[in-house]
T-cell receptor, first 113, second 114 residues
């Protein structure tokens, strides 16, 4: 079963616009990570935000985390055609010493040139 | 250095055959993970190794699935008596150490069971 749910499932924007994707999860976490996946490829780690952090930036990426609402958002500013990919949030499971990540179903982003 | 390498990239097998999927993690990475990804879905956890020890195999869907990492480096995921529902992309990931660090993924093996 998948803990995270991304919203929207699909997003289509024009180059230069901002893209916002949301993620909700169910259980307590240590941290939340965002990954990108290009078609036919593996996942690429984008950013990790810890449960005691509220906001984090990396280049054109901005991630927020609200642990009271069990939600996170990923903002990509000034999007480029190369940002076209699926984006997944992933949470760890705060029990039993397991290191596994639980992924959502992803948001498929299309950036039109 | 090289990233995570998986082989083969594509595997077609007949129902009932056994298959073996290989993962070469980044050198020196302690943690290794296997995930199964169905079309249009996010990866689902199968199993986790810390060095050669398999610490979590809670995601393996049945006893037909078996994973090993005997020397704490290369790992093999074996599926016995394959079924059509085993068709998916199998992703391997590694991370440097313990503690829910960023995971580095290979490009996966796309398994098709006919």
């Amino acid at each position: 079963s998948q803990q995270g749910e991304e919203d929207p499932q699909a997003l289509s924007i024009q180059e230069g616009e901002n893209a916002t994707m949301n993620c909700s999860y169910k259980t307590s976490i240590n941290n939340l990570q965002w990954y990108r996946q290009n078609s036919g490829r593996g996942l690429v780690h984008l950013i990790l935000i810890r449960s005691n952090e509220r906001e984090k930036h990396s280049g054109r990426l901005r991630v927020t985390l609200d642990t009271s609402k069990k939600s996170s958002s990923l903002l990509i500013t000034a999007s480029r055609a190369a940002d076209t990919a699926s984006y997944f949030c992933a949470t760890d499971i705060l029990k039993g010493g397991s290191e596994k990540l639980v992924f959502g179903k992803g948001t498929k982003l299309t950036v039109n040139p | 250095g090289a990233g995570v390498s998986q082989s083969p990239r594509y595997k077609v097998a007949k129902r009932g055959q056994d298959v073996a999927l290989r993962c070469d993690p980044i050198s020196g990475h302690v943690s290794l993970f296997w995930y199964q990804q169905a079309l249009g879905q996010g990866p689902e956890f199968l199993t986790y190794f810390q060095n050669e020890a398999q610490l979590d195999k809670s995601g393996l869907p049945s006893d037909r699935f078996f994973a090993e990492r005997p020397e704490g480096s290369v790992s093999t995921l074996k599926i016995q008596r394959t079924q059509q529902e085993d068709s998916a992309v199998y992703l391997c990931a590694s991370s440097l150490d313990r503690g829910n660090q960023p995971q580095h993924f290979g490009d996966g093996t796309r398994l098709s069971i006919l």
